[in-house]
């Protein structure tokens, strides 16, 4: 968000969910670590004195979501509208805001999500580490998201979704393709990013009755209303739509999900 001009997101963002009957989920955040040096600023967004990029990404962020709720934004020019106040954008998508998903990085951006009302994404990356598996970490981020939501007094409950790397070994070629990761990607990894430790959660690839099964112990994962499943997208449309069948057909029930 630190690179976007958030009133013209809004508009594109109300347009596609329009164009699509209200089916946008759209996730949205600070941003990942990135190659560019103060790349925000090329872009010609530069944080205010003793701001970081963070605090300009949840600026627009502000902006946006109250751009996208039909908030006045922009002072009407009486000559050309006949009245004075504030105009909203256009156009305008009843519903989205409630279809807006942050993705945070650690416990602490998630307690911040919950207090917005925003619904909560959770990767295959944490950026902070405290020596507990993955999914126990990224479970104790989600128990803090729901407790700030609470607090905050946001009607119902907001949602939560975790990403996985889902590879079910059923064919000679997910072998192939696979078979050698199984072992080496079945652990959690720790290292260092953009100045601190940083945990990457394990991969699931194996034999379908094996990885529904570590899924079902997942912890993270039985706290969340989604798993978004990441695809080896270099391998094309065919393969990954035979992966994405076999994880339904095969995983899926076993890991008792619906």
Same mark, same amino acid.
């Given at each position: 968000?630190?690179?976007?001009?958030?009133?013209?997101?809004?508009?594109?963002?109300? @347009?596609?969910?329009?164009?699509?009957?209200?089916? #946008?989920?759209?996730?949205?955040?600070?941003?990942?670590?990135?190659?560019?040096?103060?790349?925000?600023? $090329?872009?010609?967004?530069?944080?205010?004195?003793?701001?970081?990029?963070?605090?300009?990404?949840?600026?627009?962020?502000?902006?946006?979501?109250?751009?996208?709720?039909?908030?006045?934004?922009?002072?009407?020019?009486?000559?050309?509208?006949?009245?004075?106040?504030?105009?909203?954008?256009?156009?305008?998508?009843?519903?989205?805001?409630?279809?807006?998903?942050?993705? *945070?990085?650690?416990?602490?951006?998630?307690?911040?999500?919950?207090?917005?009302?925003?619904?909560?994404? $959770?990767?295959?990356?944490?950026?902070?580490?405290?020596?507990?598996?993955?999914?126990?970490?990224?479970?104790?981020?989600?128990?803090?998201?729901?407790?700030?939501?609470?607090? @905050?007094?946001?009607?119902?409950?907001?949602?939560? *979704?975790? $990403?996985?790397?889902?590879?079910?070994?059923? $064919?000679?070629?997910?072998?192939?393709?696979?078979?050698?990761?199984?072992?080496?990607?079945?652990?959690?990894?720790?290292?260092? #990013?953009?100045?601190?430790?940083?945990?990457?959660?394990? *991969?699931?690839?194996?034999?379908?009755?094996?990885?529904?099964?570590?899924?079902?112990?997942?912890?993270? /994962?039985?706290?969340?209303?989604?798993?978004?499943?990441?695809?080896?997208?270099?391998?094309?449309?065919?393969?990954?739509?035979?992966?994405?069948?076999?994880?339904?057909?095969? /995983?899926?029930?076993?890991?008792?999900?619906?």
């Amino acid at each position: 968000m630190c690179y976007e001009n958030p009133l013209y997101m809004a508009e594109e963002a109300a @347009a596609t969910d329009l164009i699509s009957g209200g089916r #946008l989920q759209l996730g949205i955040s600070r941003g990942s670590p990135e190659p560019a040096l103060r790349g925000a600023e $090329s872009f010609g967004y530069v944080p205010g004195d003793g701001q970081t990029d963070a605090d300009m990404a949840r600026h627009h962020t502000e902006i946006f979501r109250a751009a996208i709720t039909g908030r006045g934004m922009a002072p009407a020019n009486p000559q050309m509208t006949g009245h004075t106040g504030l105009l909203p954008i256009e156009p305008q998508s009843p519903g989205l805001r409630d279809r807006i998903w942050w993705g *945070s990085g650690t416990r602490a951006t998630a307690k911040w999500t919950g207090e917005q009302g925003m619904n909560l994404m $959770s990767s295959t990356l944490l950026t902070e580490d405290t020596g507990v598996p993955f999914d126990e970490l990224q479970a104790e981020q989600i128990h803090a998201y729901h407790e700030a939501w609470k607090a @905050a007094g946001h009607p119902g409950q907001g949602k939560v *979704s975790v $990403s996985r790397s889902v590879i079910p070994l059923v $064919s000679d070629q997910d072998r192939r393709y696979f078979g050698l990761r199984a072992q080496a990607d079945a652990k959690d990894q720790v290292g260092r #990013l953009e100045g601190g430790l940083a945990r990457f959660g394990r *991969s699931y690839v194996g034999e379908p009755d094996v990885i529904a099964k570590e899924l079902a112990d997942d912890a993270a /994962v039985q706290l969340a209303d989604t798993v978004l499943v990441t695809v080896p997208n270099q391998l094309g449309v065919d393969y990954n739509a035979a992966l994405l069948e076999n994880i339904v057909k095969l /995983v899926a029930p076993d890991a008792g999900w619906r």
